[in-house]
């Protein structure tokens, strides 16, 4: 509880570096708290194959976000901060009830802000029994501190590689050190979880897998994107191309986010995918429906 102390009285967990004091109260960009707070607790069945297998992925959505886009789909959750404010030990609970369910692995959604919080209820339930692995699956705007406290206690990394224009990143999500801050912070998970492992059911044990989710008018964006990957991690990379852009939340007001992507925006960067050689990339149905991939947030198995 020391090290939370520590981390939270002086709050730089990610790259905002707000400085705030989250053990008196006061609150920074993401407007977290002490205590986590979560929206639900749920079995997740869309997410990337080896992901969510035939039992499920078992998501936890922490409220609040680092990051909030203007076209988030989770903006109850994220930007309105729907949820409740649990302890660390019923958070080490929850952990240990997603294993007894029998889904295939914990899934940590939108993480990042609570990072000290959940370090110390992953050790208490691997402790405890907690033995399925253990996914962050974030937006990529971290910190490298913020994930060396999560080194050995994560077993597979699924951040979103956003933008690499840092206008956009500015316009979009208020970050333009987005594309330089998520670069570094993929290199750090990669270094700690160097090897992608699968079971004998194709389902992931250990390993990164890459998200990308296509925007309308930016697909050149995706092109440069997909270059890094090759040039940093390999061709043999898992990457996830997302085509589910629907404009959400603030994104209306915004004419290039205002529609949702086309056929050829999304062939474009799955042409240009494999044309520069890489190899194991997830793809979408182009009539993917948002709703699908959106949750309905209401509490269940939070309390
Ligand atoms: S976790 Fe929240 S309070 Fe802390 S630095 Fe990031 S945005 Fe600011």
Redesign the pocket.
């Known amino acids: 509880m020391k090290q939370l102390q520590t981390a939270l009285r002086h709050?730089?967990?990610?790259?905002?570096?707000?400085n705030?004091n989250?053990i008196n109260g006061q609150?920074?960009?993401?407007h977290?708290s002490l205590h986590p707070k979560v929206a639900l607790v749920s079995a997740h069945f869309w997410e990337e194959p080896p992901i969510s297998g035939t039992k499920g992925s078992g998501t936890i959505f922490f409220s609040h976000c680092?990051l909030r886009c203007v076209f988030c789909q989770n903006h109850k959750i994220s930007e309105e901060g729907f949820g409740t404010e649990i302890s660390i030990e019923r958070l080490a609970e929850i952990f240990l009830e997603q294993q007894e369910k029998g889904l295939h692995n914990i899934n940590l959604v939108s993480p990042?802000?609570y990072i000290p919080q959940i370090s110390i209820a992953l050790r208490l339930a691997k402790k405890s029994g907690l033995q399925i692995p253990v996914i962050y699956n974030s937006n990529g705007y971290e910190s490298i501190e913020g994930l060396r406290q999560l080194e050995g206690l994560v077993d597979i990394y699924l951040p979103d590689f956003k933008y690499w224009d840092k206008t956009i990143a500015k316009e979009y999500s208020a970050a333009p050190n987005y594309p330089a801050i998520a670069a570094q912070a993929i290199l750090e998970m990669k270094r700690q979880v160097p090897q992608d492992i699968f079971d004998e059911n194709a389902i992931m044990t250990n390993g990164l897998i890459l998200r990308h989710l296509v925007l309308p008018s930016h697909y050149q964006d995706s092109y440069h994107i997909l270059d890094w990957i090759k040039e940093s991690l390999g061709v043999d990379t898992y990457v996830s191309l997302l085509s589910q852009y629907t404009p959400m939340h603030r994104a209306n007001t915004i004419k290039t986010l205002s529609r949702r992507l086309t056929t050829f925006e999304y062939q474009k960067v799955t042409e240009y995918f494999l044309n520069i050689g890489l190899k194991n990339g997830f793809m979408q149905k182009r009539n993917s429906a948002t709703s699908e991939y959106t949750p309905m947030f209401n509490l269940e198995g939070v309390e």
């Open positions: 709050c730089n967990i990610c790259p905002r570096n707000c705030v989250r609150t920074g960009f993401c977290a680092n990042t802000h």
